[in-house]
């Protein structure tokens, strides 16, 4: 019992003893990395950056920033780090005190002072950044934007005539942003480079509407002073032209419409002269559309008129054509009527096609005169006369449809002639064919078939030499013939095939008589069977007969059987 207790106390002291150490050493390295951290601020590179602001203006804002960058960077030197060291001595005697709850949290404060260290060096490495970053910044763009300023005002003056009464107001702006930009060289001379900065972006922003002004007001000058009204006096002049020529344009009202653009024209030179670019540039792009659309109108009248003088006449002979036609089809549909019978649908698409003509015809008079009297304009016109021409197509096609359905009625009749005496001759070869197999009988059912084909084929035949002839019912009974040859040839091998196959099974079977006499009287009903035509009933007794007296009797025989047939279809091949 005492062993056991001195056991268990050794193990919990090496447990106890285990746990020191790790948690010793976790808490060291935990330590090590904040000091490492305090190291790594304090050597930040804060005087080398203040050492460059040095070199800068030190007067107004720059001396203010950089007095409160070093004072928080000397609180940074001289506190804080200070405080951390102490801290750190302090935790470090806790762990030798084994108090490592108490120095986890006296870490835990350690590494929060840090982060609120680090965030005040970062935020004074940042706005020192920002302040040398804009001073070279402006130096460099300064220069730039003091040469883009002088290049505008040399256009100015080499160009002025091509801004027009603009110039003046463009001079004024370049005065105002040179102003601007004098500020911007006070600003930077007292050291005020962050609000230099901020000046300096606004006056590119400026310097970029001015130079797009001066790209375009000269070419929107050009458009909205000459190339623009040139074009809307062409679409005028051509109006009024094109109306002494005898066109109906007063639906366009392009007069209207024409001095709507004037105006709108007018306003664009107001715009410009106070160098409103942006709103110029809209009207502009609506004129140029609108003028545009006055072109396309214009020509569509032209083109319109010069179809419909090209094609009316035309379209009244087509017309014309086209009713003859249709005449020479209804007397062709009587004639064909004596010979083929044809629906109601099908009869009655010349006296359909004849109503349509004449309703054409009405709409090709009412054209004609509103042609003749020269009140409406050419594209109305123009489009009445393509429905017409739409119309007068499509019954062509219609006409030349129903022309070849009555061609087809005559065709269809010779080829149901000569399928009609095909499927005679396919016949006489079936016939032919149970003939010479010899059959002993043939089966009820099978003359049966064979009666329903002979008759199909007679009713078809019948259909036939009717007048006038139903095409549609010559078809259907010719399908209804096909049929039933189709499904008597099938049943014509099947029976061949049926009365070979018990002939030998019976052969086969007279083979037990001897070994097996019981056998004897199936297969005489088998035979009775046979020579009364009921092949299937024979095949049906011989082979119950035969498996009864040999279980692989049936096998045997199928084997045989087809070596047979193989041998049988080898020679007939060749």
Same mark, same amino acid.
């Given at each position: 019992?005492?062993?056991?207790?001195?056991?268990?106390?050794?193990?919990?002291?090496?447990?106890?003893?285990?746990?020191?150490?790790?948690?010793?050493?976790?808490?060291?390295?935990?330590?090590?990395?904040?000091?490492?951290?305090?190291?790594?601020?304090?050597?930040?590179?804060?005087?080398?950056?203040?050492?460059?602001?040095?070199?800068?203006?030190?007067?107004?804002?720059?001396?203010?920033?950089?007095?409160?960058?070093?004072?928080?960077?000397?609180?940074?030197?001289?506190?804080?780090?200070?405080?951390?060291?102490?801290?750190?001595?302090?935790?470090?005697?806790?762990?030798?005190?084994?108090?490592?709850?108490?120095?986890?949290?006296?870490?835990?404060?350690?590494?929060?002072?840090?982060?609120?260290?680090?965030?005040?060096?970062?935020?004074?490495?940042?706005?020192?950044?920002?302040?040398?970053?804009?001073?070279?910044?402006?130096?460099?763009?300064?220069?730039?934007?003091?040469?883009?300023?002088?290049?505008?005002?040399?256009?100015?003056?080499?160009?002025?005539?091509?801004?027009?009464?603009?110039?003046?107001?463009?001079?004024?702006?370049?005065?105002?942003?040179?102003?601007?930009?004098?500020?911007?060289?006070?600003?930077?001379?007292?050291?005020?480079?962050?609000?230099?900065?901020?000046?300096?972006?606004?006056?590119?922003?400026?310097?970029?509407?001015?130079?797009?002004?001066?790209?375009?007001?000269?070419?929107?000058?050009?458009?909205?002073?000459?190339?623009?009204?040139?074009?809307?006096?062409?679409?005028?002049?051509?109006?009024?032209?094109?109306?002494?020529?005898?066109?109906?344009?007063?639906?366009?009202?392009?007069?209207?419409?024409?001095?709507?653009?004037?105006?709108?024209?007018?306003?664009?030179?107001?715009?410009?002269?106070?160098?409103?670019?942006?709103?110029?540039?809209?009207?502009?792009?609506?004129?140029?559309? /609108?003028?545009?659309?006055?072109?396309?109108?214009?020509?569509?009248?032209?083109?319109?008129?010069?179809?419909?003088?090209?094609?009316?006449?035309?379209?009244?002979?087509?017309?014309?054509?086209?009713?003859?036609?249709?005449?020479?089809?209804?007397?062709?549909?009587?004639?064909?009527?004596? /010979?083929?019978?044809?629906?109601?649908?099908?009869?009655?698409?010349?006296?359909?096609?004849?109503?349509?003509?004449?309703?054409?015809?009405?709409?090709?008079?009412?054209?004609?005169?509103?042609?003749?009297?020269?009140?409406?304009?050419?594209?109305?016109?123009?489009?009445?006369?393509?429905?017409?021409?739409?119309?007068?197509?499509?019954?062509?096609?219609?006409?030349?449809?129903?022309?070849?359905?009555?061609?087809?009625?005559?065709?269809?009749?010779?080829?149901?002639?000569?399928?009609?005496?095909?499927?005679?001759?396919?016949?006489?070869?079936?016939?032919?064919?149970?003939?010479?197999?010899?059959?002993?009988?043939?089966?009820?059912?099978?003359?049966?078939?064979?009666?329903?084909?002979?008759?199909?084929?007679?009713?078809?035949?019948?259909?036939?030499?009717?007048?006038?002839?139903?095409?549609?019912?010559?078809?259907?009974?010719?399908?209804?013939?096909?049929?039933?040859?189709?499904?008597?040839?099938?049943?014509?091998?099947?029976?061949?095939?049926?009365?070979?196959?018990?002939?030998?099974?019976?052969?086969?079977?007279?083979?037990?008589?001897?070994?097996?006499?019981?056998?004897?009287?199936?297969?005489?009903?088998?035979?009775?069977?046979?020579?009364?035509?009921?092949?299937?009933?024979?095949?049906?007794?011989?082979?119950?007969?035969?498996?009864?007296?040999?279980?692989?009797?049936?096998?045997?025989?199928?084997?045989?059987?087809?070596?047979?047939?193989?041998?049988?279809?080898?020679?007939? /091949?060749?």
């Amino acid at each position: 019992m005492m062993v056991k207790f001195v056991i268990g106390a050794v193990i919990v002291a090496l447990v106890l003893l285990i746990y020191i150490i790790i948690t010793r050493k976790k808490n060291a390295t935990e330590i090590d990395r904040l000091d490492m951290k305090k190291t790594e601020l304090l050597h930040r590179p804060v005087n080398e950056e203040l050492t460059k602001v040095k070199r800068l203006n030190m007067t107004g804002q720059t001396e203010e920033l950089f007095d409160r960058w070093r004072a928080e960077w000397d609180e940074v030197v001289t506190v804080d780090i200070p405080a951390i060291d102490e801290k750190l001595f302090e935790s470090e005697g806790k762990i030798d005190q084994f108090r490592f709850g108490t120095a986890k949290k006296t870490n835990a404060d350690i590494a929060g002072h840090l982060d609120q260290i680090e965030k005040k060096v970062d935020g004074i490495l940042t706005e020192l950044d920002q302040l040398v970053g804009s001073e070279e910044k402006n130096r460099a763009e300064g220069e730039d934007m003091h040469a883009r300023q002088r290049d505008a005002r040399k256009r100015l003056l080499a160009h002025r005539h091509t801004f027009g009464k603009a110039a003046a107001v463009l001079e004024v702006q370049l005065d105002v942003s040179t102003g601007r930009f004098e500020k911007f060289a006070d600003l930077t001379e007292d050291g005020n480079y962050l609000e230099a900065r901020e000046l300096l972006m606004e006056i590119q922003v400026e310097m970029d509407k001015i130079q797009h002004k001066m790209e375009r007001i000269p070419v929107l000058m050009t458009e909205v002073n000459h190339i623009l009204p040139a074009q809307l006096a062409e679409i005028e002049n051509g109006y009024k032209e094109m109306k002494q020529d005898g066109y109906l344009l007063d639906h366009l009202q392009i007069e209207k419409e024409a001095n709507v653009l004037k105006e709108d024209l007018s306003r664009c030179r107001d715009f410009l002269v106070k160098t409103e670019v942006e709103e110029t540039e809209l009207i502009v792009s609506d004129a140029k559309d /609108s003028i545009e659309f006055f072109y396309d109108l214009l020509e569509k009248e032209v083109i319109a008129r010069h179809n419909v003088m090209k094609d009316e006449g035309q379209i009244g002979l087509i017309i014309d054509e086209i009713r003859g036609y249709n005449g020479d089809l209804i007397e062709e549909t009587d004639v064909v009527k004596q /010979s083929y019978q044809l629906d109601e649908e099908e009869s009655s698409v010349p006296r359909y096609l004849e109503e349509e003509i004449y309703h054409l015809e009405k709409q090709y008079e009412i054209l004609h005169g509103r042609i003749a009297e020269e009140k409406t304009a050419y594209s109305f016109l123009y489009d009445e006369l393509k429905d017409i021409q739409a119309r007068i197509k499509e019954m062509k096609k219609e006409q030349e449809g129903f022309t070849a359905f009555l061609q087809t009625l005559r065709k269809d009749e010779v080829e149901a002639g000569e399928e009609l005496q095909s499927l005679r001759l396919h016949v006489q070869q079936i016939t032919r064919k149970v003939k010479q197999s010899n059959l002993p009988g043939l089966p009820d059912y099978y003359r049966d078939m064979a009666e329903e084909a002979h008759h199909r084929l007679k009713e078809t035949n019948t259909y036939l030499n009717e007048k006038p002839l139903n095409m549609k019912a010559v078809r259907e009974k010719l399908d209804a013939a096909k049929s039933a040859i189709n499904h008597l040839t099938n049943k014509t091998d099947e029976l061949i095939e049926q009365v070979e196959l018990s002939e030998r099974m019976i052969q086969f079977g007279n083979r037990y008589r001897g070994t097996h006499p019981s056998i004897g009287s199936k297969l005489n009903e088998a035979e009775i069977a046979f020579r009364h035509a009921d092949y299937g009933k024979a095949l049906e007794l011989c082979a119950t007969a035969i498996d009864k007296v040999d279980s692989r009797g049936l096998k045997r025989f199928d084997a045989q059987y087809t070596e047979e047939r193989k041998k049988k279809e080898t020679a007939v /091949s060749k």
